[in-house]
């Protein structure tokens, strides 16, 4: 079954209705439809540090007013220009973390604070994000009290891995698959399944392998950059993964673009 994805959302009304549809929506129940027809299905819950360029994510809130939307995540602005208006920095939010000396949000928002007694209001870290209905995108979401938020009343945000699924691909995904849609999963690890399978070598082989193959700069960027921490995670996944797998997550990605 699936709904409208205005559907989600009812503003300062917080209709009954609405808030069952996304607590369906969060648990797979149901998926929701864009205004284009296609379908978006409901996959891992996220907190706000683990958030990485490419992944689509559903975002919802029920503070001062009640609705969930649909995005792609670009990336989190630097503090250099006001309102995230320099465009993106790091292409994820644990990259800005560890560029900043910070373990978690909290952190990340002190230096924030830091940077604006120096700099002024506004120069702060903002999520980048791409509406998938409208298309529009931006720095929308910034942070507040730890978390990202969104709007004047500061409405903390609640996010879900989604994947697209629509009648020609939808049923066939499976929850693994829904949890790696994006770019993360769609171009890099289907590349790293081929060449390497399911045991990925140490940090300076992979940055060896990325130049003398001539690998995309944004999988060159994610090699030189990623932590052994991050290369050991990226290897859970692969181990998840088929080759069947690795080509319908290609298959995913570009019904969405």
């Not at 864009?34 to 809130?61: C, D």
């Not at 790091?90 to 990259?95: R, T």
């Not at 506004?122 to 791409?130: A, E, K, Q, S, T």
């Not at 942070?143 to 945000?157: C, F, H, I, Q, V």
């Amino acid at each position: 079954m699936s709904i409208s994805l205005h559907d989600l959302s009812s503003g300062f009304l917080k209709t009954p209705e609405a808030r069952k549809n996304v607590a369906d929506f969060y648990a797979g129940r149901i998926s929701v439809r864009l205004s284009n027809g296609r379908e978006y299905h409901a996959g891992a819950k996220l907190n706000g540090t683990q958030l990485v360029k490419g992944m689509l994510v559903a975002a919802a809130y029920s503070s001062t007013n009640q609705g969930c939307d649909l995005y792609e995540i670009l990336g989190v602005s630097g503090t250099d220009q006001k309102y995230g208006e320099g465009g993106v920095k790091y292409n994820s939010v644990a990259e800005a973390l560890r560029d900043n000396k910070a373990s978690n949000l909290t952190q990340l928002q002190a230096v924030e604070d830091d940077v604006e007694k120096e700099k002024g209001y506004g120069h702060g870290f903002y999520l980048w994000v791409r509406d998938l209905d409208s298309r529009d995108q931006g720095p929308w979401f910034y942070l507040y009290r730890g978390r990202w938020a969104r709007g004047s009343g500061a409405e903390p945000l609640s996010f879900l891995q989604v994947s697209p699924g629509n009648r020609s691909f939808g049923s066939n995904v499976s929850v693994k698959l829904q949890k790696n849609a994006g770019w993360f999963g769609a171009t890099l690890l289907p590349v790293l399944f081929d060449e390497f399978g399911k045991k990925l070598p140490d940090k300076t082989k992979l940055l060896e392998w990325a130049k003398k193959t001539k690998q995309s700069p944004d999988i060159q960027q994610w090699v030189s950059r990623s932590t052994p921490v991050e290369i050991r995670e990226t290897e859970k996944y692969l181990k998840t993964m088929s080759s069947r797998e690795s080509r319908i997550q290609r298959k995913a990605w570009w019904l969405e673009r």
